[in-house]
């Protein structure tokens, strides 16, 4: 191998971190050339349509070079960062030489609205996390001025990712109908490369219901467990023995996972989705599973996820139960291969023994990739989750 191909095996690329994400923004450079970095550690600041986040390595070793200077656009696969020296011919790669300027760091809403203004966010004060600025410090900066409308795209949609390869450099800044475009193209991808199918199965959740009150009867409300980590811990054991639905589908062909993690779906507060993963689900205590799930979607809706956290979903699952929601039907999230959805707990009559009952059910839905598994696999799947949740001290 040349020196330029093992230059080029070393690159860190722009990962993807939504649904509607081609591309996103270099905020800020945390390391320099020379520093050395572990795996896990972040090493810059790039910002989307849904806000800014920390990019985490997946590698460690010494920063060879920054590929691309700080403030500019670059699409998602476009190498950002070469591990180790660097040795290309003809000539080195070199940063571009860009006048030193204040890191500003803004919603995407509150620079749009700026712009439209002529509001210089350098002498705005940030009141979001880590000091972002949000829409409502350039409004009160502009002296609150009640005509100003800016509009919020609210997707209903499931996340899908589609990585785009093609290095591409454009000035900062994208529109609310560009972010609607975006997630609109993603599903269309996914829908049309994809071929789901869909299977739905009501639960019997009075087992897990009765335990769960007994449980959370002597704990505090903050130690109390949430009926989602019961359902989520139930889906990622089933997953243990049901692999197909639980990985990738990759160069054409299905590339299981080993390790189980599961992605979140989580709507924004300022609209869009996000699907941090809670790695190695299925071997979680559900204590330690209950605390990962309020502070991954605390986290999603706040600031502060990882660009790791993002990408390292083996499966996703979505639920609009606190909505009142009875059945949702997920779109799947590529590379993935299967999407569950959740429907809100609700008292259903149920026959027991013959007898009508009342008992809480819950509808679960599974959306899967046909090249890779079918009917008959996702009915077992839906039915190991079910009997699961029967014994839910077991989990």
Known sequence: MSDVETAAAREFRMPSLGADMDAA?????????GDTVARGDVVAEVET???????????GGAVGALLVPAGTKVAVGTPILRFGAVAVAPATVAMPSVPAAPIVRASPAA??????????????VGSGPHGVITLD??????????????????????????????????????????????????????????PHYYLAHDIDLQAAMVWLQQVNAERTVAERLLPATLLIKAIATALASHREFNGFYLDGRAAPSDAIHVGIVTALRGGGLLAPAIPDTNTMPLDALNTALLDVVHRARTGGVR???????TI??????????????????????????????????WAVQGMLDVRPVVTITLAA???VSD???GGLFLSTIRDLLQHPEAL
């Open 25 to 33: 923004t270099v905020v800020r450079w945390l390391v320099k050339p």
């Open 49 to 59: 349509d849904k806000g800014v986040f920390d990019v985490d390595v997946r590698e």
């Open 111 to 124: 620079r749009r609205l700026a712009e439209e203004q002529h509001c210089d966010l350098a002498g705005v």
């Open 137 to 194: 410090d350039v409004r009160r900066a502009l002296g609150g001025a009640a005509s100003v409308v800016v509009p919020v795209v609210a997707p209903v949609v499931a996340p899908v990712v589609t990585p785009v390869v093609a290095p591409t450099v454009t000035p900062t800044g994208a529109s609310a109908d560009g972010m609607r475009a975006a997630i609109a193209a993603a599903v269309t991808r996914s829908k049309r490369e994809i």
């Open 307 to 313: 660009a790791s956290e993002l990408t390292d979903a």
């Open 316 to 349: 996703s699952v979505t639920s609009l139960g606190d909505r009142g929601v009875g059945t949702v039907y997920g779109v799947i999230y590529p590379p993935q291969v299967a999407i569950i959805g959740l429907g809100t707990i609700t008292d259903r009559p």
């Open 369 to 371: 990739d046909h090249r």
């Open 375 to 377: 009917g008959h696999r």
